[in-house]
């Protein structure tokens, strides 16, 4: 055994020395690129690589050498990035909103939320501005109305759940308004099931609320067997129960709604689990960038083809970023095909989150820069 670790030992050392001597070609390569403004990628190229050098090796290990060179022409584009990086329209914009500078974000505005009072829309638009002056509306699509209108200045959306998901629905209005997420919260979310006076746990039969609450309390509400009916969010279910003139109905919404509406906890803490945390994103009509930005948001449209995700991922880890979202939606129209939401830590500032956007917006199908900003617990 150690006869034969000694031999690889060799080996690894003359790999690593021609993966340097590679390297140093790979950045005289990239300097020629620059000079005739030419792109980083070049799928040609890399196929006319991979057939000849695939074509030499063994039938048994073909699989292993096309994996290994397309890790090394990942490595070699995301070296490549640091002496050049093709702009688009979308990084020229970027660029020149960075022209402004990082401004500090503010604590007063006007806020547009879902919902009505006692929202956790509202909660979070408060952390989020301490000082904000909000307006209710009754869909997503109403809130992003009012943005674009110029109506208020923020949105404050859900964009996911830890027990339930993304919010899918943000996400599309997000492309079709083209706004930025400018900051977003963390929220613990505690759910309470609220009634009215005199209404009995036993006496409940049927439960109002939004569908994400009604996903996050399945256990309660499977326990209590009770007819389910979805409204546009938890507190408009609080306000529904406290107007019904019956008595056998109850809401799940913040144990806020209770004072609010007169109702009493029949029930706190029924979501399925203790961490139950939701994501609300700030929005705006406008690219701003904000001090402290540590979370970039991406939307990606890739090829339905093997190794497309890879691809994508060995270049985030090829420039040492690290992703701390990564989850696919299938696109409506499509047999099989999925966008892909990734969040990343990092800043438009920094050199390589600039390449690797910018790669990204050549290289996809479809490529969406969802903003760079804060996220705060």
Known sequence: MEELRNKLNKIDDEIV????????????????????????????????????????APSELKQ?????????????KAYQTKFTASDTPLTKRIKAALLD??????????????????????????????????????????????????LCKFGVLPIDNSLFGNVGQVYDLIK???????????LEIR??????????????KEVFSHEQAIGQCSK?????????????????????????????????????????????????GVQNEDTNYTRFIC???????????????LVLGLLHKSGSLYK???????LGLNLTKLSSRPVAGTEFEYLFYLDFESNVAKNEALAIISELDLECESFEFLGSYQETV
């Open 220 to 268: 309660i509400l499977d326990k209590l067997g009770v007819k389910v009916t979805v409204v546009s969010n938890t507190a408009v279910a609080a306000e529904m129960v406290a107007q019904s003139e019956r008595n056998d109905v109850a809401a799940i919404a913040s144990a806020e709604c209770a004072s609010l509406y007169g109702l009493k906890v029949l029930i706190s």
């Open 312 to 318: 994508v991922l060995s270049r985030f880890s090829a």
């Open 64 to 76: 292993y050498v096309t994996m290994l060179y397309q890790t090394v022409f990942e490595t070699s």
């Open 101 to 150: 500078g990082y401004k500090k974000f503010p604590d007063s505005a006007s806020v547009a939320v879902q919902g009505v009072e006692g929202a956790y829309s509202g909660i979070a638009a408060t952390r989020l501005i301490p000082n904000a002056s909000i307006s209710y509306f009754n869909s997503f699509e109403s809130v992003f109305k009012a943005v674009d209108k110029g």
């Open 17 to 56: 020395k021609l993966y340097l001597e590679r390297m140093g070609i790979v950045a005289e390569i990239s300097k020629e690129k620059e000079r005739e403004r030419l792109p980083v990628l070049c799928g040609k190229r890399e196929k006319e690589i991979l057939d000849r050098i695939v074509g030499v």
């Open 283 to 297: 929005v705006s009509k406008n690219l701003e960038f904000y001090e402290n930005a540590n979370r970039i948001s």
């Open 191 to 204: 759910h309470s099931l609220l009634a009215k006076a005199g209404t009995t746990l036993e006496g409940v």
């Open 176 to 186: 079709e308004y083209k706004f930025y997420i400018v900051k977003s919260v963390k």
